[in-house]
């Protein structure tokens, strides 16, 4: 069964940090762009940061996040993370991790999904 799990929400105050979680079962991510989405109330679902060992390990982030936020895997494991640093209001959101074996970078055409896992930040 093809699956990704995401987890590691919760509630933190502005200006902490959180790190989520995403475990594949059924696959390889060191085949696969690995993503990081999230939907905020009442806002589209937007891609936050990706990474694919095609283009050489890279990283790459949306500008919202960018250098607060660090997308990292763990081959042995089969988990990719989000770091979240210096958490803000604004970052509350559901958080998804997608997969696909073609790169589409913060492009919303992954083909594997996880569930969300919900991320509140208070003031």
């Known amino acids: 069964e093809v699956q990704l799990q995401a987890s590691g929400g919760g509630l933190v105050q502005a200006g902490g940090s959180l790190r989520l979680s995403c475990a594949a079962s059924?696959?390889?991510?060191?085949?696969?762009?690995i993503a990081w989405f999230r939907q905020a109330p009442g806002k589209e679902r937007e891609g936050i940061a990706c990474?694919?060992?095609?283009?050489?390990?890279?990283?790459y982030y949306a500008v919202a996040v960018k250098d607060r936020f660090t997308i990292s895997s763990d081959m042995a494991k089969n988990t990719v993370y989000l770091q979240m640093n210096s958490l803000k209001r604004e970052d509350t959101a559901v958080y998804y991790c997608?997969?696909?074996?073609?790169?589409?970078?913060?492009?919303?055409?992954?083909?594997?999904w996880g569930q969300g896992t919900l991320v509140t930040v208070s003031s």
């Open positions: 059924g696959f390889a991510f060191d085949d696969y762009a």
């Open positions: 990474i694919s060992k095609s283009d050489g390990d890279s990283a």
């Open positions: 997608a997969a696909s074996k073609r790169y589409y970078g913060l492009a919303n055409f992954y083909d594997i």
